[in-house]
């Protein structure tokens, strides 16, 4: 009973790369939600799609931030030239469009 | 959404009954009351959630307030594991995803 399954676990990037976190639902699953937790801080709302649509991308970044659900494949969250303030652990979840979401275990990203 | 308040912190004696409280005067009819918690370092894990009526499951016991203002989520017998934070969500259903605030929650911590 796979659950949501996300990579890489850790994550280390220099100021100015690219990072690339990776999410695989819950087998069935057509929706999903990037969040994200600054250190000591509670968790924020990034973004929510549905296979190949973004739903709702208000708590995203309006720079550097992309995310995409493609037909086929994971999701995948994308930070473009990444600074030191995006260090942050980064959550998936997924759902069927019903109640409960399920979280990945996350993708703690820390830039140097 | 509804906002929610809970204590920042409680503490529990191993063995014994956990019962968080959360207020949230401002819910409307058709928000549902979720619970989720966060063991340390872990992505959200989803525990129970109603509408008017109490539930219960294998994990915790939701008592929901007649007039819907307050809740009480319940761990009958918490034990060193049930240490999280602990989170109270006001939601409505849209039937077409389920994107959830998290707010500050309250962190249990469970001792011998």
């Known amino acids: 009973n796979a659950g949501v399954m996300q990579n890489p676990r850790h994550l280390v990037r220099r100021r100015g790369q690219e990072a690339r976190l990776r999410c695989s639902p819950v087998k069935g699953h057509s929706h999903v939600y990037w969040y994200r937790q600054l250190p000591e801080e509670g968790l924020k709302f990034m973004v929510y799609?549905?296979?190949?649509?973004?739903?709702?991308e208000s708590g995203m970044p309006k720079e550097r931030f992309s995310a995409e659900f493609p037909k086929e494949g994971p999701s995948i969250l994308r930070i473009q030239q990444v600074v030191r303030g995006d260090s942050a652990a980064y959550f998936c979840?997924?759902?069927?469009?019903?109640?409960?979401?399920?979280f990945g275990s996350g993708t703690q990203l820390s830039v140097l | 959404d509804a906002k929610t308040t809970q204590p920042p912190s409680m503490d529990c004696a191993e063995g014994r009954a956990a019962n968080l409280p959360c207020n949230h005067s401002?819910?409307?009819?058709?928000?549902?009351v979720y619970w989720y918690r966060q063991i340390h370092s872990q992505g959200p894990q989803y525990i129970i959630h109603?509408?008017?009526n109490n539930e219960t499951n294998e994990m915790a016991s939701l008592i929901i307030t007649e007039d819907r203002k307050s809740s009480t989520l319940i761990l009958p017998h918490a034990t060193l594991r049930d240490t999280a934070v602990y989170y109270c969500i006001a939601n409505i259903l849209t039937g077409g995803g389920n994107k959830l605030t998290f707010g500050t929650g309250t962190q249990l911590k469970v001792e011998l």
């Open positions: 979840a997924s759902s069927s469009g019903e109640e409960k979401l399920f």
């Open positions: 109603g509408l008017k």
């Open positions: 401002t819910i409307s009819g058709n928000e549902y």
């Open positions: 799609l549905q296979k190949e649509n973004i739903i709702d």
